[in-house]
């Protein structure tokens, strides 16, 4: 576990003698069961994410800039609660499963909602609280697995929960494609199913995953080993950028968030640029899911080798190449297959990255900083691209971004975090 220094330093990390060893490679059983609940969720968002683009562009007619403006608040919201979510986990000697469970509660709720709702300011508004509560349990989820688990074999945990979490964006879907084929009203169908198995993931949330801190003790003050810390504060929290590492990482995953296109585009794009029939649209996450399932586990376990700053900014590079074959028709597996490297080497490495640059008692909150750094460039990216393509064309919006993704890869090799991350 990490002690903090009680002169205010960087503190240590002091290993847990039931915490394995280097070289054990079993994973802690809170990181299997949020893996299900993970799964579960994301059965359901996928259903939706993967038909949201068609049903509001071909259905309801929204351009390219209004379909930014939704995928835009999609993003927004859950960068400007993030932060709060991950200090409300950690006051109160950790309160990660209680705020994580109200976050996968608020998104539950909004699938049905989907349904009453067919004009674009209330299918934002729903959009916003579905975000909301994606930015709730985030950062108290990521904080759980990292305090569960061995620094070295963090990049390994990350990996097995994304894996497991990737199952379920891989099985959403296509369990939207069959009922898109079998449902006379398609959409409400995949809505409706998509509301209950999100109530299925909240339950299993509830009865499985321990409290409090997922088993991990608190932090005991420096005075009374014993005692349990005060509660931190969020000037605390904002603090940890004082940090060189905390800071470095939240500033390159924000440039590198800025040129990056929302997956809803990248699939809009393929289709666009390839010809794929709306009935094959909502296949196409497939590729981007079956990609990330297959490279998140050996990727993550590589980061813990080579370096995860490595693999993180080598995930963009992966990015950069599917814009490339975008721009050049090239076949769309090989597009899908990059973007799924791209996710495999980017998503949980990060945020095995920032566990190591912050201490127990802040832990959500620290990784709750890099995230919103980077949900935040989202959103702004996504409103940026929608209006590039709305005025310009897609093929002009994509070179832009592909260049501004090149200028800010190069930015962040030299703001690294430290050499050995």
Avoid at 98 to 120: E, I, M, N, R, W
Avoid at 184 to 192: H, L
Wanted: charged residues 15%.
């Amino acid at each position: 576990m990490y002690v903090a220094d009680s002169r205010g330093g960087a503190g240590t990390e002091v290993r847990d003698a039931s915490r394995p060893g280097p070289r054990a490679t079993a994973v802690a059983p809170t990181v299997l069961v949020l893996g299900t609940v993970s799964l579960i969720t994301d059965v359901s968002s996928e259903m939706v994410t993967a038909v949201l683009p068609l049903y509001l562009v071909a259905g309801l007619g929204l351009s390219p800039l209004g379909f930014g403006l939704l995928d835009g608040v999609y993003n927004g919201f859950s960068a400007l609660v993030r932060l709060v979510g991950g200090h409300l986990a950690d006051r109160g000697g950790g309160r990660h499963k209680a705020v994580a469970a109200v976050g996968y509660g608020l998104s539950a709720v909004c699938k049905p909602a989907l349904l009453l709702v067919h004009s674009l300011p209330l299918i934002g508004a729903v959009l916003a609280v579905d975000r909301t509560g994606k930015g709730l349990r985030t950062a108290p989820r990521d904080a759980l697995i990292s305090l569960s688990s061995a620094p070295e074999t963090r990049g390994r945990a990350f990996g097995v929960h994304r894996a497991m979490d990737t199952a379920g964006a891989l099985l959403g879907p296509l369990v939207a494609f069959l009922i898109l084929r079998q449902a006379a009203e398609g959409y409400d169908a995949v809505f409706t199913v998509s509301s209950c198995v999100a109530a299925l993931g909240v339950l299993v949330l509830l009865l499985f995953v321990p409290g409090g801190r997922g088993g991990v003790p608190a932090p005991a003050s420096a005075d009374s080993p014993t005692s349990t810390a005060p509660a931190p504060s969020l000037r605390a929290s904002l603090a940890l950028l004082r940090r060189r590492d905390v800071r470095r990482l939240t500033v390159c995953a924000t440039l590198l968030g800025l040129s990056t296109v929302s997956d809803s585009f990248v699939y809009l794009l393929l289709q666009h640029r390839l010809g794929v029939p709306d009935r094959w649209f909502a296949l196409l996450p497939l590729g981007t899911a079956a990609a990330f399932l297959l490279l998140a586990m050996p990727l993550g376990r590589l980061a813990d080798r080579m370096g995860r700053w490595r693999m993180f900014l080598a995930g963009h590079v992966a990015l950069l190449a599917a814009y490339g074959l975008l721009l050049a028709h090239g076949p769309a597996y090989a597009v899908l297959l990059l973007h799924g490297a791209f996710y495999a080497a980017t998503d949980g490495v990060l945020m095995a990255a920032a566990s190591t640059a912050v201490p127990d008692e802040l832990r959500g909150a620290g990784l709750a900083l890099v995230q919103t750094g980077q949900a935040a460039a989202r959103f702004a990216a996504s409103l940026a691209f929608g209006a590039a393509w709305t005025a310009w064309g897609d093929r002009t919006a994509l070179t832009t971004a592909a260049l501004a993704l090149t200028v800010c890869a190069v930015c962040a090799v030299y703001l690294r975090p430290a050499p050995s991350k």
